[in-house]
């Protein structure tokens, strides 16, 4: 059974660090397509960041650029989004989620097949 299972949520102040981690069961990664989503109360869901199996490309939504980094260890099969300068705009459930895409790059805009049941970020003072 192939499924994703997100960690490291949590509250912090504006300004810090946080880690998540999106471990994989089922599936290597080197085949399929990791993103990250964040959904604020009331919004919808936003792509955040993806990385690629195929090759290791990333790719990050405007906003998140420069401050978030995607990252994936295959002997873990575990993909990480790391986060700086947090924001209270940065506050919401991300979820992660994986995509078979062992021969192309992944996109902020795919159809993402399997998701994690979410992980809780609060930014606040």
């Known amino acids: 059974q192939l499924m994703v299972v997100e960690s490291g949520g949590g509250l912090v102040q504006p300004g810090d660090s946080l880690t998540l981690s999106c471990a994989a069961f089922?599936?290597?990664?080197?085949?399929?397509?990791i993103g990250w989503f964040r959904q604020a109360p009331g919004e919808g869901r936003k792509a955040v960041s993806c990385?690629?199996?195929?090759?290791?490309?990333?790719y990050y939504a405007d906003s998140e650029k420069g401050r978030f980094t995607i990252a994936s260890d295959d002997a873990k099969n575990t993909v990480y989004l790391q986060m700086k300068t947090l924001k209270p705009e940065d506050s919401g459930v991300y979820y992660c989620?994986?995509?078979?895409?062992?021969?192309?790059?992944?996109?902020?805009?795919?159809?993402?097949?399997?998701w994690g049941q979410g992980t809780q970020v609060t930014v606040s003072s």
């Open positions: 990385i690629s199996g195929y090759d290791g490309s990333a």
């Open positions: 089922g599936f290597s990664l080197r085949h399929y397509a």
């Open positions: 989620a994986a995509v078979y895409a062992a021969f192309h790059r992944c996109s902020l805009s795919d159809n993402y097949d399997y």
